[in-house]
């Protein structure tokens, strides 16, 4: 037996059409191939991902590391172990985008095993892909705290055969609450000895993409658990009470990962009127200072506060490392950008006139309680309210 979620209440419901609505708006904005912002929103949303998930584990990465790897560069000032689980984890991500374009794709055993021997083939010690041989307990990394002990090992094989099996049967069961219940029941079962945490949200961002409603870095959560992590660890606690107790209630966790949906494909939303904005403001800066319109790559990354490379620049604007110099050159002597470092080291930051702008384009976020007010105002989409057509 394994966790299973009762039948949801009228109000959860209610919140997932709400969540619907936001991601159809979501794949509607992010999905249209005239917005040449695009591309910088779901590099920068895997990034936040990435160090999201991460850093709950207690891997040392920041968004521009996390961006660096997304661009096959390494982070000089990065420890070899880290980047290596960093580099784990976006192979185990690719993996399954490539799984959620695949029809015939079914869930097993051996996916699940393959997905976490790259999340933690850094550390052989923990045997990635492998089953635990002997108990197991889940910490909070923050304090250190015993939170849960997982199944009996000699029940870890049936357990996990039994979660395969409901990800494939056909249960009416919404996608939402089927990612969130595997989710639950992989960290609750706690297979392998170590990365479960990693592994669970992977399989739940893994589910969810099997929908094709969002591609995967907008469809998962794993930022949202990253920013919360101690309500992340107080539900599952609440939820497991020490023990593996499948007979209890799911109810509050499915709560939990609902909230996390709406909040953030809202966060999402906001983020791409945001980057709209602001790539309309750059490209009319650029073509006031009869700058190339490419360089509204770079000067976009600066004005989001990441650090912009030559390599990185090259990545973006698909131009050869001549080009970059001489664009990056431009903007620096122009004062668009702020040149640190020398040679390999050297990188961008944004220059006073770009920090402006993204000032001026920027809005804050709110956290609303889907819960507490299910009636949402209707977001607008990027480039069709009347403030980002002016």
């Given at each position: 037996?394994?966790?299973?979620?009762?039948?949801?209440?009228?109000?959860?419901?209610?919140?997932?059409?709400?969540?619907?609505?936001l991601?159809?708006?979501?794949?509607?904005?992010?999905?249209?191939?005239?917005n040449r912002?695009?591309?910088?929103?779901?590099?920068?949303?895997?990034?936040?991902?990435?160090?999201?998930?991460?850093?709950?584990?207690?891997?040392?990465?920041?968004?521009?590391?996390?961006?660096?790897?997304?661009?096959?560069?390494?982070?000089?000032?990065?420890?070899?172990?880290?980047?290596?689980?960093?580099?784990?984890?976006?192979?185990?991500?690719?993996?399954?985008?490539?799984?959620?374009?695949?029809?015939?794709?079914?869930?097993?055993?051996?996916?699940?095993?393959?997905?976490?021997?790259?999340?933690?083939s850094?550390?052989?010690?923990?045997?990635?892909?492998?089953?635990?041989?002997?108990?197991?307990?889940?910490?909070?990394?923050?304090?250190?705290?015993?939170?849960?002990?997982?199944?009996?090992?000699?029940?870890?094989?049936?357990?996990?055969?039994?979660l395969?099996?409901?990800?494939?049967?056909?249960?009416?069961?919404?996608?939402?609450?089927?990612?969130?219940?595997?989710?639950?029941?992989?960290?609750?079962?706690?297979?392998?000895?170590?990365?479960?945490?990693?592994?669970?949200?992977?399989?739940?961002?893994?589910?969810?993409?099997?929908?094709?409603?969002?591609?995967?870095?907008?469809?998962?959560?794993?930022?949202?658990?990253?920013?919360h992590?101690?309500?992340?660890?107080?539900?599952?606690?609440?939820?497991?009470?020490?023990?593996?107790n499948?007979?209890?209630?799911?109810?509050?966790?499915?709560?939990?990962?609902?909230?996390?949906?709406?909040?953030?494909?809202?966060?999402?939303?906001?983020?791409?009127?945001?980057?709209?904005?602001?790539?309309?403001?750059?490209?009319?800066?650029?073509?006031?200072?009869?700058?190339?319109?490419?360089?509204?790559?770079?000067?976009?990354?600066?004005?989001?506060?990441?650090?912009?490379?030559?390599?990185?620049?090259?990545?973006?604007?698909?131009?050869?490392?001549?080009?970059?110099?001489?664009d990056?050159?431009?903007?620096?002597?122009?004062?668009?950008?702020?040149?640190?470092?020398?040679?390999?080291?050297?990188?961008?930051?944004?220059?006073?006139?770009?920090?402006?702008?993204?000032?001026?384009?920027r809005?804050?976020?709110?956290?609303?309680?889907?819960?507490?007010?299910?009636e949402?105002e209707?977001?607008?989409?990027?480039?069709?309210?009347?403030?980002?057509?002016?």
């Amino acid at each position: 037996m394994i966790f299973t979620a009762r039948t949801l209440p009228d109000t959860y419901l209610a919140v997932i059409k709400d969540i619907e609505s936001l991601r159809t708006t979501l794949k509607f904005a992010t999905s249209d191939s005239l917005n040449r912002w695009t591309g910088l929103l779901a590099r920068t949303t895997s990034a936040r991902v990435v160090v999201g998930t991460n850093a709950m584990e207690g891997v040392n990465v920041t968004t521009d590391d996390a961006i660096a790897a997304i661009d096959g560069e390494e982070s000089p000032a990065q420890e070899e172990e880290d980047r290596r689980a960093i580099e784990g984890y976006l192979s185990a991500m690719t993996y399954i985008v490539q799984l959620s374009k695949d029809a015939s794709y079914v869930h097993n055993e051996g996916t699940i095993k393959s997905l976490h021997f790259m999340l933690c083939s850094y550390d052989l010690s923990v045997s990635p892909g492998r089953y635990r041989p002997g108990a197991a307990h889940v910490s909070n990394t923050a304090t250190g705290d015993v939170v849960y002990q997982g199944a009996d090992v000699a029940l870890v094989p049936g357990l996990m055969k039994e979660l395969v099996d409901s990800l494939n049967e056909d249960s009416g069961q919404h996608q939402l609450v089927r990612a969130a219940m595997a989710h639950l029941n992989l960290t609750m079962i706690h297979p392998f000895r170590d990365g479960n945490g990693r592994m669970a949200r992977a399989l739940q961002t893994m589910v969810l993409s099997r929908g094709g409603i969002l591609a995967p870095e907008f469809s998962s959560i794993e930022e949202y658990i990253g920013r919360h992590s101690a309500d992340y660890y107080k539900v599952l606690a609440d939820v497991g009470q020490g023990s593996w107790n499948p007979q209890n209630d799911a109810l509050p966790w499915v709560k939990f990962a609902l909230t996390a949906h709406y909040r953030q494909a809202s966060d999402l939303l906001r983020r791409t009127t945001d980057i709209s904005r602001l790539w309309n403001e750059l490209e009319k800066l650029a073509k006031e200072r009869r700058i190339n319109e490419r360089a509204v790559n770079a000067l976009a990354s600066a004005a989001l506060g990441y650090r912009v490379k030559n390599t990185s620049y090259q990545h973006q604007a698909g131009v050869s490392d001549q080009i970059a110099k001489y664009d990056l050159k431009i903007l620096a002597d122009a004062g668009l950008l702020v040149p640190h470092g020398e040679k390999r080291g050297r990188y961008y930051s944004a220059g006073p006139v770009v920090k402006e702008v993204r000032q001026m384009t920027r809005t804050p976020r709110v956290e609303v309680d889907p819960f507490a007010e299910p009636e949402q105002e209707q977001t607008s989409l990027p480039g069709f309210d009347d403030e980002a057509s002016e």
